[in-house]
T-cell receptor, first 112, second 113 residues
Framework: DAGVIQSPRHEVTEMGQEVTLRCKPI?????LFWYRQTMMRGLELLIY????????DSGMPEDRFSAKMPNASFSTLKIQPSEPRDSAVYFC??????????FGPGTRLTVL | KQEVTQIPAALSVPEGENLVLNCSFT??????LQWFRQDPGKGLTSLLL?????REQTSGRLNASLDKSSGRSTLYIAASQPGDSATYLC????????????FGSGTQLTVLP
């Protein structure tokens, strides 16, 4: 298996622009997680899905953030409009039940 | 709310030394605990997962222990190597229906050749 795939790996955009991050989980996994990592706050869970349904989005910082999972093999995290404080590394992870979570390589987002 | 603490924040040791990384958590109602490794600019790699009913797990030179009642876990690395240099994070998976991991802030390990 190729593992969790994320794209793009790096994104540089200007404040106010829309940003879309993409994730393909490991086949057969029923949970998908979006995390954000910053120096100041460490790793934070933003939202997670079970069988494509959002279960807990309490970590989403504000309405500018939205996430979708239209099918078992694809999820997006969208920021609109983006702000400089959104600059971080965004990770996607997947798991089968509460077993080991497997992380993607991350998307490094820089908002100028 | 679950809080996870890792001490020390950074550790530097000479090659060949055995070392212990510590993780503590405030809520003992956990389903399992995972140890991850993160290399600079990379994602997280799962090292060991300990179920709440287990006391320890071993993989090669790594041994992780869990004392749920006292809210502690340790990661023991035997005969450390420069390639072990990375940030090590522990994460707690709650019991019940929730599935989100709560992460510690990590221990940055440097093994000197």
């Amino acid at each position: 298996d190729a593992g969790v795939i994320q794209s793009p790996r790096h994104e540089v955009t200007e404040m106010g622009q829309e940003v879309t991050l993409r994730c393909k989980p490991i086949s057969g996994h029923d949970y998908l997680f979006w995390y954000r990592q910053t120096m100041m706050r460490g790793l934070e869970l933003l939202i997670y899905f079970n069988n494509n349904v959002p279960i807990d989005d309490s970590g989403m910082p504000e309405d500018r953030f939205s996430a979708k999972m239209p099918n078992a093999s694809f999820s997006t995290l969208k920021i609109q409009p983006s702000e400089p404080r959104d600059s971080a590394v965004y990770f996607c992870a997947s798991s089968k039940g509460q077993d080991t979570q497997y992380f993607g390589p991350g998307t490094r987002l820089t908002v100028l | 709310k679950q809080e996870v603490t890792q001490i020390p924040a950074a550790l530097s040791v000479p090659e060949g030394e055995n070392l212990v990384l510590n993780c503590s958590f405030t809520d003992s109602a956990i389903y399992n605990l995972q140890w991850f490794r993160q290399d600079p600019g990379k994602g997280l790699t799962s090292l060991l997962l300990i179920q709440s009913s287990q006391r320890e797990q071993t993989s090669g030179r790594l041994n992780a222990s869990l004392d749920k009642s006292s809210g502690r876990s340790t990661l023991y690395i035997a005969a450390s190597q420069p390639g072990d240099s990375a940030t090590y994070l522990c994460a707690v998976n709650p019991s019940g229906s929730a599935r989100q991991l709560t992460f510690g802030s990590g221990t940055q390990l440097t093994v000197l050749p």
